[in-house]
T-cell receptor
Framework: EAQVTQNPRYLITVTGKKLTVTCSQN?????MSWYRQDPGLGLRQIYY???????DKGDVPEGYKVSRKEKRNFPLILESPSPNQTSLYFC????????????FGSGTRLTVV | SQKIEQNSEALNIQEGKTATLTCNYT??????LQWYRQDPGRGPVFLLL?????KEKRKERLKVTFDTTLKQSLFHITASQPADSATYLC?????????????FGKGTHLIIQP
């Protein structure tokens, strides 16, 4: 089944403790992206990647890192999480990133206390 | 910067009627516009894409129109069913450069009442 897989689905952590949210897609998509979704603010792009080793900032990149060492994987790294990063996170992929629909993962609900 | 406006209040429609959702944008027109469905706690699901040179697109009970003069897209669900209840997001995309530049609206919550 074609899908984007995120792990974990739920995560509660403490301020300052480094964490990684994994994202993997099995559709050979070139384009991958991370979004966060907050009430009243909608989906906002954090980082995106056009292909392996090519990443760039979205609208809200502060406090996040990403890497794209393999085409299928695009992990999101929070080096020192803070409470304002409590949110619902989505990974998405698209064949080319130029007009194709996105396939989203099921989401990761992160709480930083 | 680009601003996307979708009805922030919930839209209540009786089952069997046509539901019409609106997406308005300011400033420059996108190269294409997409519509997604999102259920609570789940990721958005892609429904339809319409490009700037297209007036209308259809898929089963769904229809999307795109008016670059009015800077508006309308999303219609005909013969609506309670199972169509969800939040619907529009997203604008821009060609050129490298990035997709997909910007999402905040969504409209649609409730289909039996």
């Amino acid at each position: 089944e074609a899908q984007v897989t995120q792990n974990p689905r739920y995560l509660i952590t403490v301020t300052g403790k480094k964490l990684t949210v994994t994202c993997s897609q099995n559709m050979n998509h070139e384009y991958m992206s991370w979004y966060r979704q907050d009430p009243g603010l909608g989906l906002r792009q954090i980082y995106y990647s056009m292909n392996v080793e090519v990443t760039d900032k979205g609208d809200v990149p502060e406090g996040y890192k990403v890497s794209r060492k393999e085409k299928r994987n695009f992990p999101l790294i929070l080096e020192s999480p803070s409470p304002n990063q409590t949110s619902l996170y989505f990974c998405a992929s698209s064949l080319s990133g130029q007009g194709g629909g996105y396939t989203f993962g099921s989401g990761t609900r992160l709480t930083v206390v | 910067s680009q601003k996307i406006e979708q009805n922030s209040e919930a839209l209540n429609i009786q089952e069997g009627k046509t539901a019409t959702l609106t997406c308005n944008y300011t400033n420059y027109s996108p190269a294409y516009l997409q519509w997604y469905r999102q259920d609570p706690g789940r990721g958005p699901v892609f429904l339809l894409l319409i490009r700037e040179n297209e007036k209308e697109k259809r898929k089963e009970r769904l229809k999307v129109t795109f008016d670059t003069t009015l800077k508006q897209s309308l999303f219609h669900i005909t013969a609506s069913q309670p199972a169509d209840s969800a939040t619907y997001l529009c997203a604008l995309g821009y060609s050129g450069g490298g990035a997709d530049g997909l910007t999402f609206g905040k969504g409209t919550h649609l409730i289909i009442q039996p």
